[in-house]
């Protein structure tokens, strides 16, 4: 399976933008699925999480600016982020169940 993530840009403080990962089959709706983001000389951090469509966590530094949604019929997963800041800028990953995204470039500009 492939995840395919986009939607990633340069955007200026307080903007928005969504993210998607298109995945190459169908992934299951009982496997969790998340968003990872990387900054640079930083560690990869969960974002959000959704678990079988329902249960769904943030990390606190992005809690009511971003939200996790996916399509299990059309295997894709979604990522809206309002109120960008500078701070949210780095390289962010998908994954579904075992499967990971290649990544997009997200900076935000102040």
């Known amino acids: 399976v492939q995840l395919q993530a986009s939607g990633g840009g340069l955007v200026q403080d307080g903007g928005s933008l969504r993210l998607s990962c298109a995945a190459s089959k169908r992934i299951s709706v009982t496997n969790r699925v998340y968003w990872y983001r990387q900054a640079p000389g930083e560690d990869r951090e969960l974002v959000a999480s959704m678990i079988g469509g329902g249960h769904i966590d943030y990390a606190a530094s992005v809690k009511g600016r971003f939200t996790i949604s996916r399509s299990v019929a059309e295997n894709t997963l979604s990522l809206q982020m309002n109120s960008l800041k500078p701070e949210d800028t780095g390289r962010y990953y998908c994954?579904?169940?075992?499967?990971w995204g290649q990544g997009t470039q997200v900076t935000v500009s102040s």
């Open positions: 994954c579904m169940g075992q499967y």
